[in-house]
């Protein structure tokens, strides 16, 4: 009888368990390289030296690309983790920029403009330490961005400022395939399910038996008295 009155105890305080919330995706970049002022683009369709900034007479910006998974629910944050592997004459600012056109066709005069204009995703400031870790959290327009390409790539742009500097004023110096270029993203939680409600059977059920319980339990103790 002890039994059966902790199982129906048991299924009073039952609620329905809360779907648990989607894990945080991590999508490493896809292919990264500088384009220089002059049209002259590193790589295409791989990870490398992404150096943003001035040095040699000629202004740099880069870009990386990420291919967004397939998520079926939107996605509530994005930000770009990078480690600026080499900061030259800073502090420095790095902006980030829509990217429109097609890295793999594009001349390279043409993605040198694309990397810088347009709309703007996010911004970091005062970058002033090699080798340091950063986080750009990307606005509303970039997170858009990154939520119309789910299933696709999106690439963006980077440019350091200021421009033209004396000598040499960059990000991503030391750059190379093994940097860490992450996007993190953040999907939109599963709202938890409703607790079930008993019916007006199953309230009886639970009230008879919770009786017997009881019943039994004071018989229990009337014959722990007597003995």
């Known amino acids: 009888m002890l039994r059966i009155f902790s199982a129906l105890v048991g299924a009073l305080a039952v609620v329905a368990l809360p779907n648990a919330a989607l894990a945080q995706t991590t999508v490493t970049s896809s292919r990264a390289a500088w384009v220089t002022q002059g ?3 590193a790589s295409r369709d791989s990870n490398s030296n992404s150096f943003t900034g001035y040095t040699g007479g000629d202004d740099y910006r880069s870009y990386i690309s990420y291919a967004i998974p397939a998520s079926v629910s939107a996605f509530t944050s994005a930000v770009i983790r990078v480690n600026v592997e080499g900061v030259s004459n800073g502090p420095n600012d790095l902006t980030v920029y829509d990217v429109s056109s097609d890295i793999a066709t594009a001349a390279g005069t043409n993605l040198y403009a694309d990397f810088g204009s347009g709309t703007v995703f996010g911004t970091i400031t005062g970058l002033n330490t090699s080798f340091e870790t ?19 790539e999106i690439s963006f ?5 200021p421009t033209a ?7 991503f110096s030391a750059s190379s395939d093994g940097t860490l270029r992450q996007l993190i993203l953040t999907p939109t939680a599963v709202a938890p399910a409703p607790a079930p409600v008993p019916t007006m059977a199953e309230w009886a059920m639970i009230l008879f038996g919770l009786s017997l319980a009881g019943g039994a ?11």
Do not use: C, H, K, W
């Open 134 to 152: 950063v986080d750009i959290t990307l606005n509303a327009d970039g997170l858009a961005a990154v939520n119309a390409a789910r299933g696709g």
């Open 165 to 171: 500097p004396p000598a040499e004023d960059a990000v």
């Open 39 to 41: 049209g002259n683009l």
């Open 157 to 161: 742009g980077f440019v350091s400022s």
């Open 217 to 227: 339990a004071l018989y229990i103790q009337r014959r722990r008295m007597i003995a």
